[in-house]
T-cell receptor, first 113, second 115 residues
């Protein structure tokens, strides 16, 4: 059974710092991995999707990497801003349809001005 | 462009009362549709998913049910709410084909409090 964990559970950094969020999964037989952002009381917004054949994806100040063999993914945020404050969730896709997606519990990020 | 609408945004209901949450998607056809629940401090739990009209799969046996009366409409219901049904309910969609290459798209959620 696939299990997804995220470390740390919460993180507070001063504005301008680069930071890394971690996601680990127990079963390396995945189809993709997604990173989402969730603002308080809101739905999830997709940030990056990495297919199983890919090693990383980049969007602006965000870079996500995937190491299937070790069961790990990282989300790197460069030059953090107060607007980056949110909860970040990773989700692992175990099949070709989304009924097999398993979400991690999330990392709550606070960027202090 | 595709949009997903979910309502109501917040709901307070007494134990034993019925529930109906609605989700609609615009700008796409034949989407996969999903209902998730997010409990405080926990990850998202898939409740139901649908690949077509009238086709509903349940991931977790519970007090809830789902229906898909139209291609882009997904409804979450309960005949009698329990306290444990409180939580944040999220509707999501993905394209029917090449699903694993496309991200999930979420609505803004419904905060349900059962009192």
């Amino acid at each position: 059974k696939q299990e997804v964990t995220q470390i740390p559970a919460a993180l507070s950094v001063p504005e301008g710092e680069n930071l890394v969020l971690n996601c680990s999964f127990t079963d390396s037989a995945i189809y993709n991995l997604q990173w989402f952002r969730q603002d308080p009381g809101k739905g999830l917004t997709s940030l990056l999707l990495i297919q199983s054949s890919q090693r990383e994806q980049t969007s602006g100040r965000l870079n996500a990497s995937l190491d299937k063999s070790s069961g790990r993914s990282t989300l790197y945020i460069a030059a953090s801003q107060p607007g980056d404050s949110a909860t970040y969730l990773c989700a692992v896709g175990g099949g070709t349809s989304y009924d097999k997606v398993i979400f991690g519990p999330g990392t709550s990020l606070s960027v202090i001005p | 462009s595709q949009t997903i609408h979910q309502w109501p945004a917040t709901l307070v209901q007494p134990v034993g009362s019925p529930l109906s949450l609605e989700c609609t998607v615009e700008g796409t056809s034949n989407p996969n549709l999903y209902w998730y629940r997010q409990a405080a401090g926990r990850g998202l739990q898939l409740l139901f998913y649908s690949v077509g009209i009238g086709q509903i799969s349940s991931e977790v046996p519970q007090n809830l049910s789902a229906s898909r009366p139209q291609d882009r409409q997904f409804i979450l219901s309960s005949k009698k709410l329990l306290l444990s049904d409180s939580g944040f309910y999220l509707c999501a969609w993905s394209p029917l084909s090449s699903s694993y290459n496309s991200p999930l798209h979420f609505g803004n959620g419904t905060r349900l409090t059962v009192t």
